[in-house]
């Protein structure tokens, strides 16, 4: 991958990448260059972002959160012992290629997605077949109940994505031209400069209003120009020269630059989701509890989340892994939270036998707020005795090396908060974390498989004790998401992976 730009080289290319703007472009600035456009493979949100406008799944959520039907006609019916899901197909649908869609592409799809998915692998054991039952008919059924079925099957990220079968590999490769049955389709791709969305003349829109991602999705812009930009400041400052229409992901330190502009305004997702440090269970230093111990002891979450936001407007210190509010809420656990505790990572040091194999963390500055949170943890953890190495890279080389276990102990990510918690992965044994441990196996399996709400909140709380007694993965704290609009843009909704099918400029 090529080194970073300076701010200015980068703001100069972005201006000679970019296209003279018309009225009906939408102009998106992205973290990066997406390293793949199947979403199925990836649960990065640079992805997700741009290829739900091209890729649709059965399900959606609607702006509540609440799963809705997309390719489905309606929701599933499901039988009274929660094992079958009846699912009735929409008619008349067309993917880009010009091929209809029919039952054959929805089962090719999603044994698809069970075997390469990481999502779909969480439940793939569960599943017990997925059948054709006429040309818009599936049947899914399942060796026991899954209470998160609905949800995995609506999300865009790592996404049970829907494609004609004939393109569908055979193995567990990439599809490199991918076609889809949304409102656009790929255009013109340089890659590192822009990639085009055009409008797919074959679009057949639902019929309800749009109501978050459910509903009528439209096509009002005749483009959308997704522009990778992963300098930070150089996203601040197309934003704020009218280069862009649209800047993801920006630095909370800008916020008072953008809502003082006369061409722009910011856009704060409140509550928005938690930094975490995703630890490998399958390999190195970490696969010792001792040290992972030493690991949570010692990182100061405070200092972390300070230099990351440097305003507590943007972070909250909370160790739980939902917000006060949400019926996922629990303090189970938190004793374990912001230890901040050198002495005592010291003496688990000492009992692990650390011998001073160096702590690998992998981050990259292009989310510069993870690098931050990097920076000042490194020097706790080497008060602490750690011997620390950080490996910095671009986005798309650190979504390469987190896959393969031996390049890291730690790789800095975030997430938005979600409505199932099922939908993070690292929860099961099957995420390339790995983190599998006999009672937590157990919870994980129950919580899944319990329908009762009241039953799975209880589980759920076991759940979270349980990584915090075993680090399973760390949570940082909460933080608010600052992303950024021009004031002419308009017919955007506030989105963790905001949807530009429905924007125009005034």
């Not at 094992?83 to 008349?92: A, F, M, S, V």
């Not at 060796?143 to 998160?148: F, S």
């Not at 494609?163 to 389709?185: A, H, L, M, N, R």
């Not at 909250?316 to 901040?340: E, I, R, S």
Request: glycine share 6%; hydrophobic share 40%.
């Amino acid at each position: 991958m090529k080194a970073y730009l300076t701010t200015a080289l980068a703001a100069m290319l972005a201006v000679v990448a970019t296209p003279v703007l018309a009225k009906d472009v939408i102009n998106v600035a992205i973290i990066g260059e997406p390293d793949t456009l199947d979403p199925m493979v990836s649960t990065k949100d640079v992805v997700s972002i741009v290829t739900q406008h091209v890729v649709e799944t059965l399900y959606t959520f609607d702006k509540s959160w609440a799963v809705a039907p997309l390719l489905a006609q309606d929701l599933p019916k499901i039988s009274a012992d929660g094992k079958t899901y009846d699912i009735t197909l929409r008619q008349g649908i067309t993917f880009s290629d010009g091929s209809k869609m029919d039952s054959a592409d929805v089962v090719a799809s999603l044994e698809r997605w069970l075997k390469v998915a990481s999502r779909g692998k969480t439940v793939a054991d569960k599943v017990q077949s997925v059948t054709a039952k006429g040309p818009y008919e599936v049947e899914i059924k399942m060796k026991t109940p899954y209470a998160p079925l609905l949800s995995l099957l609506a999300f865009s990220n790592s996404a049970a994505a829907v494609y004609p079968s004939e393109i569908i590999p055979k193995g567990d490769g990439q599809i490199k031209d991918v076609v889809g049955t949304g409102p656009y389709k790929y255009g013109e791709h340089v890659p590192d400069q822009y990639l085009q969305l055009v409008r797919f003349d074959g679009f057949v829109p639902r019929k309800e209003p749009a109501n978050g991602g459910s509903g009528k999705r439209g096509q009002v812009p005749d483009e959308i120009r997704f522009v990778p930009v992963p300098d930070p400041s150089t996203r601040v400052e197309g934003l704020l020269s009218g280069q862009f229409d649209f800047a993801d992901s920006l630095p909370a330190e800008s916020y008072d630059r953008i809502a003082a502009s006369d061409k722009a305004k910011p856009v704060l997702l409140e509550n928005f989701g938690w930094p975490m440090w995703a630890i490998n269970h399958k390999a190195g230093l970490l696969t010792n509890k001792k040290i992972r111990e030493a690991l949570l002891a010692a990182l100061p979450f405070d200092d972390m989340l300070f230099a990351a936001f440097g305003n507590d407007k943007f972070f909250k210190v909370d160790g739980a892994m939902y917000p006060k509010g949400w019926d996922w809420h629990t303090d189970a656990g938190t004793k374990l939270y912001n230890q901040n505790d050198p002495e005592k990572a010291q003496q688990l040091l000492k009992e692990a036998g650390y011998d001073g194999t160096p702590l690998r963390i992998l981050t990259s500055r292009q989310y510069e707020f993870h690098y931050k949170m990097a920076e000042v943890a490194k020097q706790a953890l080497e008060a602490a005795g750690f011997k620390v190495q950080m490996d910095v890279v671009d986005w798309a080389t650190l979504g390469q090396r987190r896959d393969d276990p031996s390049l890291w102990d730690v790789y800095i990510s975030h997430s938005p908060f979600l409505p199932e918690p099922a939908l993070t992965d690292m929860w099961f044994a099957s995420s390339r974390l790995g983190w599998s441990e006999p009672e937590k196996d157990k919870l994980a399996e129950a919580f899944v498989t319990e329908t009762d709400p009241a039953k799975r909140k209880a589980i759920f709380a076991e759940l979270q004790k349980k990584n915090y007694e075993d680090v399973g993965f760390i949570k940082i704290g909460n933080f608010n998401a600052l992303l950024g609009e021009s004031k002419a843009l308009q017919g955007v909704d506030p989105s963790p992976w905001p949807y530009f099918w429905n924007a125009s400029k005034k």
